[in-house]
């Protein structure tokens, strides 16, 4: 008997009398693994003649065939033997209760973002985004904000001073007015585009929160004008609250950015301790808006004489709050378990 009949017959005797998976494993790796015994024969053949080198690899191809059939063989009866020791200590008690499954509710957040940006979309608005990390110049300057404004404060801005630039100080950004820039400098009029996004302020109690997120729209043309900011805005609330017969009103403000500027109320009555919309004499402002300021646009290389804009803006907790009957801002950030399982909603209602 050859070395190459004889290598075969103890490999086919030790797979044969192999017991359990792990042990075949590894006896696998010790025949045809890379440092295995076929490959050291393998290694004998750079020393023979062709003739010679082809008959010896003829060979061993053939021993390494039948070895690896085997093992293949080996492994379906050994996994096989495995199942049924499984099947029969095991068991499944299939009058038991199932388990409880706790799937998550969708966050009142995440439900009224999808449901403004609906709403928006259907206008024909964008979405845009921007840095949370902003520049003076961005967050403040190009929005006509003037250098002694109280907001530039450090007891109302969070300033990042280590990483200033040309732009002056980095802060984290304190509205989200900045993506208006951002989104004139980088098209050309006619535009209209929303963002949604966190903003930062130095303020913590039940109606204000160092972190919240704002809701910003703007549209830029040769005739847009006062009255289709009035359209939108009326047109949008009733949408949102779901409310036909809601009532707006609005009243002349001042917004550096904007000029005229304007906040906007809807009416509202209380009803058993709840807050409806669309009924009574009571006013709630809603959210500030106003026709783009000429600088505004200058700042965003568009010509104030051949082009006017409008733009609003929302506080995405107040809505949310309003419309859902929350009662503290805090709670949002809060990663509270049983308040989502109280406001949260599920997946069914998205």
């Not at 192999?18 to 075949?24: A, M, P, W, Y």
């Amino acid at each position: 008997m050859s070395e190459l009949d004889k290598l075969q017959a103890s490999c086919l005797f030790e797979i044969e009398n192999c017991d359990n998976l792990k042990k075949l494993d590894a006896l696998k790796h010790a025949i045809l693994g890379k440092n295995g015994k076929v490959n050291e024969i393998m290694k004998q053949l750079r020393y023979l003649d062709v003739d010679h080198k082809r008959k010896l690899g003829a060979e061993i191809n053939s021993l390494r065939s039948v070895v690896t059939d085997k093992i293949n063989e080996k492994f379906c009866v050994l996994e096989m033997k495995e199942l049924d020791k499984k099947l029969t200590s095991e068991f499944v008690d299939v009058s038991m209760p199932p388990r409880s499954e706790n799937i998550g509710k969708i966050h009142p957040l995440t439900k009224v973002e999808e449901e403004v940006a609906s709403i928006l979309s259907s206008y024909g608005f964008l979405f845009a985004d921007g840095p949370d990390i902003e520049s003076e110049y961005f967050n403040f300057t190009a929005l006509n904000v003037p250098d002694h404004h109280p907001a530039r404060a450090m007891h109302d801005t969070f300033y990042v001073h280590r990483l200033a630039d040309a732009n002056g100080r980095k802060l984290l950004r304190s509205h989200t007015s900045p993506v208006e820039i951002h989104a004139m400098l980088a098209s050309s009029p006619p535009m209209r585009f929303f963002s949604i996004g966190r903003v930062y302020r130095s303020d913590y109690d039940a109606t204000h929160t160092p972190m919240f997120s704002q809701i910003e729209g703007i549209m830029i043309d040769k005739n847009t004008g006062f009255a289709h900011l009035k359209w939108i805005l009326a047109d949008f609330l009733k949408r949102f609250f779901e409310v036909e017969s809601l009532r707006i009103r609005f009243r002349p403000s001042f917004f550096p950015f904007t000029e005229p500027s304007a906040e906007v109320d809807v009416n509202y009555e209380i009803r058993d301790g709840k807050m409806v919309f669309g009924v009574g004499d009571k006013w709630l402002e809603i959210c500030g808006c106003g026709t783009c300021h000429p600088n505004v646009l200058k700042y965003g290389n568009i010509d104030p004489n051949e082009y006017q804009g409008i733009a609003f803006g929302f506080g995405l907790e107040r809505l949310t709050s309003l419309k859902y009957g929350i009662p503290d801002l805090r709670g949002y950030f809060e990663f509270d378990e049983r308040w989502l399982n109280t406001f949260g909603f599920h997946h069914s209602a998205r």
